[in-house]
């Protein structure tokens, strides 16, 4: 079957492509950018093209994948319709997927999705297992977003976003924890959300796990075996205790149904990584995994790239560059937190808003997340897939943070802001981060670059 994909360079639309492709799929696609999952792409045989033209839609083509990001007036999109080609969503071919592998993981959640999938993935790895593990991020020992095994178990993250998760069937369904984002796609309605992740929970074949009190409000009906986990709730089923931050890492206490267990470190700092462990750790005691081999796993684990990403890092001056994909504004006040926790000296932090919808519902959140660092760049916002709204823009957040006297600047122009970083930000006792889901990790990338070329820090 030949199959065509528009938006195929998508983290996951890129991670699906190389499944189709590895079983046996002809694959094909177009994508807006070139970028690095594109070239990935095509060292791996896949044809992909760049620019959306109507003639990309070849005529053998039997079946069109879309991403989310994709509108209906998108020129591909409109010439499959015309000539009624089947059209499918990325979410409904992955729950295909899913819903028919007997040892499907679904991961979903708010926050916490990439990290949570991918530990699983480790852990089950480490145990001897060859799993697929797809996720939303790249992994190192990945070499990417995906990696594909032979045996039965499927990890996946499961996307939220649109609505479609509500379709998906997995033997097991983790779920991470449930905030306010994506609501312009359950008509502004929180209760419409939680009650599709309620249905998610209740789809799960074995069992389900979640996370508490972040999923508070999602019951046990229709659940066939619920497995709780917290770090405040010792109720639960996977506790966990004497919880340390210390430098980039965190050690902690698992108490698996009241009882102490193990003692963990996991190499990534902060309470929601620890979280997201925890959620890893249910799945894989269920699935019976040891724990001697689940805490050697984890105390080497390195993390998802653009999640606390450590670009730079210099000692002797105390400085630290980090990248992390953080859009939301509960996401960036728990890394503040932690940056709080570990380290002594001035915070500044770039943030590029995320959807105009988002900065609209959460500008006050964003401020009161941002007031936590000393200074704040803040960039125009990455539409994605979004049209502009009329008196919305990211001078709001600077605005509202001046109001509370914040040291915040608006800057437009990628050059002019690390010309700034690099001469005006960057001194000793400094932790520089980046928060965004789009395209201001290439300004860290540059600002680490830089500093990397340097023998040593002059100031």
Do not use: W
Not at 152 to 180: H, K, L, M, W
Not at 299 to 326: E, Q, S
Not at 436 to 442: K, L, V
Request: net charge neutral; glycine share 6%; with cysteine.
């Amino acid at each position: 079957m030949r199959v065509h994909m528009i938006g195929i360079g998508g983290v996951g639309m890129s991670s699906l492509a190389l499944y189709l492709n590895y079983l046996g799929y002809e694959v094909r696609g177009s994508n807006d950018v070139q970028n690095s999952r594109t070239l990935l792409l095509r060292k791996k045989g896949i044809e992909v093209m760049i620019g959306h033209r109507f003639e990309n839609v070849g005529k053998d083509v039997s079946l069109v994948i879309t991403s989310s990001a994709i509108f209906e007036s998108n020129v591909e999109l409109l010439e499959a319709r015309r000539r009624r080609i089947r059209v499918m969503k990325r979410m409904e071919v992955l729950n295909e997927i899913i819903n028919t592998k007997y040892k499907s993981i679904g991961v979903t959640g708010t926050h916490g999705k990439t990290t949570t999938t991918a530990m699983i993935g480790k852990i089950l790895i480490d145990a001897g297992y060859d799993p697929t593990v797809s996720i939303g991020g790249e992994l190192e020992a990945f070499g990417g977003n995906i990696r594909i095994g032979k045996d039965t178990f499927f990890v996946s993250e499961v996307d939220e976003s649109d609505g479609y998760f509500r379709q998906t069937c997995p033997a097991v369904s983790v779920i991470t924890n449930v905030d306010r984002d994506h609501l312009e796609h359950y008509e502004e309605d929180m209760k419409r959300l939680i009650d599709s992740f309620k249905r998610y929970a209740a789809n799960a074949r074995d069992f389900t796990v979640l996370t508490l009190p972040d999923c508070v409000n999602i019951d046990e009906k229709g659940v066939k075996e619920l497995i709780t986990c917290s770090t405040s709730d010792p109720s639960v089923d996977y506790y966990s205790d004497e919880l340390h931050i210390e430098d980039l890492g965190s050690s902690f206490n698992v108490y698996e149904r009241g009882k102490r267990s193990v003692k963990l470190f996991l190499p990534i700092p902060g309470i929601h990584n620890i979280n997201d462990a925890l959620n890893a750790i249910a799945v894989c005691r269920r699935l019976g995994v040891d724990f001697t081999t689940i805490k050697n796993s984890l105390k080497t684990f390195k993390g998802v790239k653009r999640r606390f990403d450590v670009l730079y890092r210099n000692n002797r001056h105390n400085i630290y560059v980090v990248d992390d994909y953080a859009h939301h504004p509960t996401q960036i006040e728990k890394n503040l937190l932690t940056i709080r926790k570990i380290f002594r000296g001035r915070v500044v932090v770039i943030f590029q808003p995320h959807r105009y919808t988002r900065l609209v519902r959460e500008n006050g959140n964003f401020t009161k997340a941002l007031m936590k660092a000393d200074k704040v760049y803040v960039t125009d916002v990455y539409a994605a897939s979004e049209k502009m709204i009329d008196g919305i823009d990211s001078k709001m957040i600077v605005t509202s943070l001046k109001r509370n006297d914040k040291d915040a600047i608006y800057v437009s122009d990628f050059d002019e802001l690390e010309y700034a970083i690099l001469n005006d930000e960057v001194k000793d006792n400094t932790f520089l981060i980046t928060f965004g889901a789009g395209d201001i990790t290439e300004v860290t990338k540059k600002v680490s670059y830089e500093l990397k070329c340097k023998k040593d820090h002059p100031r």
